[in-house]
């Protein structure tokens, strides 16, 4: 089982299981979630969106990052302004 290792100055995160990648790009593909060619881009480039997320997150000290609260509403209106 391949297994992504944590970024060292974002340790909360939890590794990224590939193999559960797979099977969710397998669900999201059986249940035509999503199209085809959006599939091969997130299975492709999410991984390393991930680490540069992580790598950006570990300069923010603990004491000043947003709660999960603020975070999804920042998120949410974020997805709000894009529709």
Same mark, same amino acid.
Request: some cysteine; overall charge negative.
């Given at each position: 089982? =391949? ?7 974002? !340790?909360?995160?939890? !590794?990224?299981?590939?193999?559960? /990648?797979?099977?969710?790009?397998? @669900? *999201? &593909?059986?249940? &035509? %979630? ?7 881009? *997130?299975? &492709?480039? =999410?991984? /390393?969106?991930?680490? &540069? @997320?992580?790598? =950006? =997150?570990? %300069? ?5 990052? !947003? /709660? ?6 920042? @998120? ?8």
């Amino acid at each position: 089982m =391949a297994v992504y290792q944590s970024v060292p100055a974002c !340790p909360a995160v939890p !590794p990224i299981d590939q193999n559960q /990648t797979r099977q969710d790009h397998r @669900f *999201i &593909r059986a249940e &035509r %979630l999503l199209p085809e060619a959006e599939i091969d881009a *997130i299975h &492709r480039d =999410a991984p /390393t969106e991930l680490v &540069r @997320f992580q790598d =950006a =997150a570990g %300069l923010v000290p603990v004491s000043q990052r !947003p /709660t999960m609260e603020e975070w999804l509403e920042s @998120f949410n209106a974020g997805r709000m302004e894009a529709a």
